[in-house]
């Protein structure tokens, strides 16, 4: 008799329907099979459309910002595909820019849901022999430069690319040597997240003014991402990695 096929193992990238998330699909889907994760269906079927192959990866459309159904359907979904994930990019994330007298702790409970706490609840499923058979090996967050400096209206954004960067050292130390764990950090890019900044054409000329490699593209946080999860970075673990073309070096900005 014949050994039933053994699960397809896959990485897991949420945030997969839109800007750098999107470009990341499409460039990781000729090595990897693919699970998409964001809440927009349809925009989610049109980045697996645009990836290598196809029929290799899957869409799961779910709100991370309802973090407390996460444990019911991540590990529904992966038994439905009989999947198992081996890479875990979170990419998603909230930004309303917002005064402090405009926020609510309904808002604020949304933003820290989806840009850390889902990252957290993510990988403690991924982690259970149940769920994954302890498969997961790599995991990377995409950060912000806002975890490391203040900007106005930015409070519930850095408050919570902050708390990722220290979930990721954190872990990084937990789960050594089995998982990997890095952040990367980039700067300014054109995305639908920075659309109504770069809109404004004051706004727009300072920041390539305070940019000294200027403004950076999707693929630019796409290839250091590549590089953290690839055998290459087999020593790196609990590292911050900035790509910003220079700006958090500019204190002339
Ligand atoms: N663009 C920049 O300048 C910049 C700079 C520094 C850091 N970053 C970081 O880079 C990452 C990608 O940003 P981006 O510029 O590509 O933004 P984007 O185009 O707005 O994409 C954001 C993604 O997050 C998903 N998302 C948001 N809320 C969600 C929720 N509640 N549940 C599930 N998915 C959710 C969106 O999915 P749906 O639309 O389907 O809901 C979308 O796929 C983010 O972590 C961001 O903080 C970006």
Same mark, same amino acid.
């Given at each position: 008799?014949?050994e039933?096929?053994?699960?397809a193992?896959?990485?897991?990238i949420?945030?997969?329907?839109?800007?750098i998330?999107?470009d990341?699909?499409?460039?990781?889907?000729g090595?990897?099979?693919?699970i998409?994760?964001?809440?927009?269906?349809?925009r989610?079927?049109?980045?697996?459309?645009?990836?290598?192959?196809?029929d290799?990866?899957?869409?799961?459309?779910?709100?991370?910002? #309802?973090v407390?159904?996460?444990?019911?359907?991540?590990?529904?979904?992966?038994?439905q595909?009989?999947?198992?994930?081996?890479?875990?990019?979170?990419c998603?994330?909230?930004?309303?820019?917002?005064?402090?007298?405009?926020?609510?702790?309904?808002?604020?409970?949304?933003?820290?849901?989806?840009?850390?706490l889902?990252?957290?609840?993510?990988?403690?499923l991924?982690?259970?022999?149940?769920?994954?058979?302890?498969?997961?090996?790599?995991?990377?967050?995409?950060?912000?430069?806002?975890?490391?400096?203040?900007?106005?209206?930015?409070?519930t954004y850095?408050?919570?690319?902050?708390a990722?960067?220290?979930l990721?050292?954190?872990?990084?130390?937990?789960?050594?040597?089995?998982?990997?764990?890095?952040?990367?950090?980039?700067?300014?890019?054109?995305?639908p997240?920075?659309?109504?900044?770069?809109?404004?054409?004051?706004?727009?000329?300072?920041?390539?003014? #305070?940019y000294p490699?200027?403004?950076?593209?999707?693929?630019?946080?796409?290839?250091a991402?590549?590089?953290?999860?690839? #055998?290459?970075?087999?020593?790196i673990?609990?590292?911050?990695?900035?790509?910003?073309?220079?700006?958090?070096a500019?204190?002339?900005?």
């Amino acid at each position: 008799m014949s050994e039933p096929p053994a699960p397809a193992t896959y990485v897991l990238i949420t945030g997969a329907s839109s800007g750098i998330g999107r470009d990341m699909a499409i460039s990781l889907s000729g090595e990897h099979r693919l699970i998409l994760n964001g809440r927009d269906a349809e925009r989610l079927e049109q980045t697996r459309l645009a990836c290598q192959a196809p029929d290799r990866h899957r869409c799961w459309p779910h709100d991370l910002a #309802d973090v407390t159904t996460l444990a019911s359907a991540l590990p529904a979904f992966l038994r439905q595909h009989d999947a198992l994930v081996v890479g875990f990019v979170h990419c998603a994330a909230q930004l309303k820019v917002l005064p402090l007298r405009s926020i609510t702790i309904a808002h604020a409970q949304d933003v820290m849901n989806t840009n850390v706490l889902a990252a957290l609840e993510i990988t403690r499923l991924l982690l259970r022999k149940d769920v994954n058979s302890k498969m997961l090996t790599n995991i990377v967050f995409v950060s912000s430069i806002a975890s490391q400096f203040g900007a106005r209206g930015f409070t519930t954004y850095c408050a919570s690319k902050a708390a990722l960067d220290g979930l990721m050292k954190a872990l990084a130390v937990e789960l050594a040597p089995g998982v990997r764990v890095n952040s990367v950090l980039p700067g300014s890019i054109r995305t639908p997240m920075t659309e109504t900044i770069f809109a404004d054409p004051v706004t727009a000329e300072r920041l390539v003014k #305070d940019y000294p490699l200027g403004i950076g593209l999707p693929s630019d946080i796409t290839h250091a991402v590549t590089f953290l999860m690839s #055998d290459q970075a087999r020593w790196i673990t609990g590292h911050q990695m900035v790509v910003d073309g220079g700006r958090s070096a500019n204190i002339s900005a």
